[in-house]
């Protein structure tokens, strides 16, 4: 059984929080090895429309290719406790790439030692803010239709 917390109560997860900022620290400044540092050695990150990216190695090439020029703006944490002393942390926030923005959640499961087990990426948006934004030329290198 989880046990829901409210924002407040941040101070007894002081680590995850602070292991979450980072994430989004790292990401906004472009350092990827380090963000991926922070994954576990078999950590996954289920971004959206992609498969899941297991091990810090492909997570690292994964954010070169697809996650420069982000800007990620955290706004909202809640935490829940999992069993195995686990702790998912879901934040919510916006993206920010050059030609548009568009809000997200994240849902991070973050370890007893203090790494990220895992984190899925959700877009929250529309069927049409997503139809507009598939229709826009792609600006990441190496994304010209293979997947």
Same mark, same amino acid.
């Given at each position: ?6 924002? /407040? ?7 995850? $929080?602070?292991?979450? *900022? ?17 994954? #576990?050695? /078999? ?9 899941? !990216? ?13 996650? *420069? ?5 955290? $706004? ?7 069993? /195995? ?13 050059? !030609?548009?923005?568009?809000? !997200? ?9 203090? $790494?990220? *087990? ?6 929250? #948006? ?17 994304? /010209?239709?293979?997947?």
């Amino acid at each position: 059984m989880t046990h829901p917390l409210l924002v /407040d109560d941040v101070s007894r997860f002081s680590v995850e $929080k602070l292991v979450i *900022e980072r994430y989004f620290s790292m990401l906004n400044q472009g350092q990827f090895q380090d963000t991926a540092a922070l994954f #576990a050695a /078999d950590g996954v990150l289920f971004p959206p429309f992609d498969e899941p !990216v297991v091990g810090q190695a492909a997570i690292v090439a994964y954010l070169n290719q697809e996650a *420069e020029g982000m800007h990620i703006t955290p $706004k909202r944490f809640a935490f829940e406790v999992l069993p /195995d002393r686990q702790i998912q942390v879901q934040v919510g926030g916006q993206v920010r790439l050059l !030609v548009f923005e568009v809000s !997200v959640s994240w849902v991070f499961v973050v370890n007893a030692q203090g $790494k990220i *087990e895992q984190v899925r990426v959700n877009l929250l #948006a529309s069927l049409e803010e997503l139809l507009h934004l598939r229709s826009q030329p792609s600006t990441s290198p190496g994304r /010209d239709g293979d997947s």
